[in-house]
C-alpha cells in the first residue's frame, strides 16, 4: 500500500525567506502523480503544485517550486520570497496511476513570520 | 460554476442521530469522494465512486453510508452518530477515472461535532 511521510509538523519562516517542506512516499507504482495542496485557516483546501512522475523536469508554479527525486521517493516543496498569506498547513499527497483516488501526508503546519 | 458545494457547514449531533452531508459538484466530474481530516493524521479517505451507481469503500467506512444517483450529488449519511465521528468533512471530485494528473477540487468543508 501507498503511505506518505510528511516528517514536519510544524515549521516557521520569516517574511521574504525561502522554506523547504519534506514529503517521501512509498510505492512499487511507475506512473503516479504528486501533489501539494495548501489549507490556510479558512479550511479550504487549495491546489499549489503537481508533478508527473514520467517528468524529470521539477515543476513550477510562480514562488513555488518542488523537488522530485524519484528514485529517493522524495517530493519537497520550496516556497520562495515567503508572504504572510503563506501561513496555512501544506499536505502532500500521492495518486496511483490507475486510481483517482489521492493519499495524504499528515501535513506540516507553516507560520510564516513578519 | 460554483465547483463542489457541500452543506451544511457546521453540525453538531447527539450520540446515536442521524444525518446527511450534502455534496454536489457542476463540473461533470465523474470521480467523487469523502475525506475525513483530524488533527495530526492528515485527510483520509472514507467511501469514492467512479461515477453514478458505483461506489466504493475507502480507508475509514465504518460509520458511514454513501449513494450515487446521479453524475452530480454525492451525499454521505451517518446513520447513527458516535463521537468518534467528530471531525471536519470533505467532499471532493476530479475529472477523469485515473492515469491523468488531475487534481480533486474540494469543497469548503463541514465540522460535525457528535456530543
Known amino acids: 500500500a501507498q503511505t506518505v511521510t510528511q516528517s514536519q509538523p510544524e515549521m516557521s519562516v520569516q517574511e521574504a525567506e525561502t522554506v523547504t517542506l519534506s514529503c517521501t512516499y512509498d510505492?512499487?507504482?511507475?506512473?503516479?502523480?504528486l501533489f501539494w495542496y495548501k489549507q490556510p485557516p479558512s479550511r479550504q483546501m487549495i491546489l499549489v503544485i503537481r508533478?508527473?512522475?514520467?517528468?524529470?523536469q521539477n515543476a513550477t508554479e510562480n514562488r513555488f517550486s518542488v523537488n522530485f527525486q524519484k528514485a529517493a521517493k522524495s517530493f519537497s516543496l520550496k516556497i520562495s520570497d515567503s508572504q504572510l498569506g503563506d501561513t496555512a498547513m501544506y499536505f502532500c499527497?500521492?495518486?496511483?496511476?490507475?486510481?483517482?483516488?489521492?493519499?495524504f501526508g499528515t501535513g506540516t503546519l507553516l507560520a510564516v513570520q513578519p | 460554476n460554483a465547483g463542489v458545494t457541500q452543506t451544511p457547514k457546521f453540525q453538531v449531533l447527539k450520540t446515536g442521530q442521524s444525518m446527511t452531508l450534502q455534496c454536489a459538484q457542476d463540473?461533470?466530474?465523474?470521480?467523487m469522494s469523502w475525506y475525513r481530516q483530524d488533527p495530526g493524521m492528515g485527510l483520509r479517505l472514507i467511501h469514492y465512486?467512479?461515477?453514478?451507481?458505483?461506489?466504493d469503500q475507502g480507508e475509514v467506512p465504518n460509520g458511514y453510508n454513501v449513494s450515487r444517483s446521479t453524475t452530480e450529488d454525492f451525499p454521505l449519511r451517518l446513520l447513527s452518530a458516535a463521537p468518534s465521528q467528530t471531525s471536519v468533512y470533505f467532499c471532493?471530485?476530479?475529472?477523469?477515472?485515473?492515469?491523468?494528473?488531475?487534481?480533486?477540487?474540494f469543497g469548503n468543508g463541514t465540522r460535525l461535532t457528535v456530543t
Open positions: 471532493a471530485s476530479s475529472l477523469g477515472l485515473g492515469g491523468s494528473n488531475s487534481p480533486l477540487h
Open positions: 510505492t512499487s507504482e511507475n506512473n503516479y502523480y
Open positions: 508533478q508527473e512522475a514520467y517528468k524529470q
Open positions: 499527497a500521492f495518486k496511483g496511476g490507475a486510481t483517482n483516488k489521492l493519499i
Open positions: 463540473m461533470n466530474h465523474e470521480y
Open positions: 465512486s467512479v461515477g453514478a451507481g458505483i461506489t
